[in-house]
């Protein structure tokens, strides 16, 4: 009976984490299949970024543009706290997380009081408030320099655990280990009772209200998981590029991230790792060849809106609801 209960028990996990599982055999074995481990470690952090977005917009329906200022929070909490205050690297990643969900609880808090392009425009506003203060407060953020010398510290764990992040490979699977904890935990939240509300105040917040969702809370909510988790995505960035510049809070980044979303699939967890790794490896690519490469991002963008709104992972979809009607054993 122990080992039917155990075998059933595999069974329900695998058939609930099958993806996920696929999805961390590929990230495992990914910078083995890149130019350098560095474009893995890229692909990952942004992919973080991503997910943590896919929540706010694809799942909740919450459309910003101050993704930068939380991923850009972390980047610069994380390097101040490395450079002045300590070497650990749990606390330097903790202290990036805070900062991050505070201020996503404060932009929440604003932002929420207003609907539609009303809020969109206040995130926009948020951003290019964090941008400007980057940018003139040097003697903490360094200006337009940046922060220069942000050290990796080791991973120590006293008396378990001591590993070198200094190679990039370490420093990989290091960043790989907290996404898949971070992935699963979205995930989780995604398929809760929680995320069948904010699904449903997707669909139709009024009707939510109507049978009692204080559906401000919920969407203030949602403001803090993301920010936390681009604050995370950003701490790690931090660590990664042992640099913080100013770029990590402006527009761009919030529109790469947005890039990510549109391009890869919104609602789906996974179609925003596919659309960075695009997004990543394209940039890689195409800025060898050409400095205007944005220019060709903007109308892949402009084609996926217009012809294939549900993205990559969209087409993924319907492709293989193609092939299961050949086979049945073929899922997606």
């Not at 992935?183 to 049978?211: D, L, Y």
């Not at 969209?314 to 086979?327: A, D, K």
Request: net charge neutral; hydrophobic share 55%; glycine share 10%.
């Amino acid at each position: 009976m122990l080992a039917i209960s155990l075998v059933k028990g595999f069974s329900r996990f695998f058939q609930e984490y099958e993806s996920t599982l696929i999805l961390a055999l590929i990230f495992a074995v990914l910078p083995f299949t890149l130019p350098y481990p560095a474009l893995a470690t890229e692909i990952m952090i942004y992919a973080l970024a991503a997910v943590a977005f896919d929540l706010c917009l694809g799942y909740t329906g919450l459309m910003m543009f101050c993704q930068a200022s939380f991923f850009g929070t972390g980047v610069y909490t994380t390097a101040l706290t490395l450079i002045h205050f300590s070497p650990n690297i749990f606390i330097a990643i903790f202290l990036g997380i805070l900062a991050s969900t505070i201020l996503a609880v404060i932009f929440g808090f604003m932002a929420t009081r207003r609907t539609g392009s009303y809020m969109v425009l206040l995130t926009l506003a948020f951003n290019e408030l964090i941008y400007f203060i980057a940018y003139q407060w040097q003697s903490v953020t360094g200006g337009d320099d940046g922060l220069t010398g942000v050290p990796r510290p080791n991973l120590e764990i006293p008396g378990l655990l001591s590993i070198d992040l200094q190679p990039s490979l370490h420093y990989y699977y290091f960043a790989f280990f907290i996404f898949l904890i971070s992935f699963i935990i979205i995930k989780r939240i995604t398929i809760s009772p929680f995320g069948k509300v904010i699904q449903g105040i997707r669909e139709n917040e009024i009707r939510a209200q109507s049978i009692g969702y204080n559906t401000r809370l919920f969407k203030l909510i949602v403001f803090a998981i993301g920010g936390m988790f681009m604050g995370l995505a950003g701490s790690l960035y931090a660590m990664f590029v042992t640099f913080a510049h100013i770029h990590n809070v402006a527009f761009d980044t919030s529109g790469n991230i947005v890039l990510m979303e549109l391009i890869g699939g919104m609602g789906s967890l996974f179609g925003p790792i596919i659309g960075a790794f695009v997004i990543v490896v394209a940039s890689d690519v195409a800025s060898a060849y050409w400095e205007r490469w944005p220019l060709i991002l903007g109308i892949i963008c402009i084609v996926f809106v217009l012809f294939a709104r549900g993205g990559i992972w969209g087409m993924l979809r319907i492709l293989t609801e193609r092939i299961r009607r050949i086979s049945p054993f073929v899922s997606l």
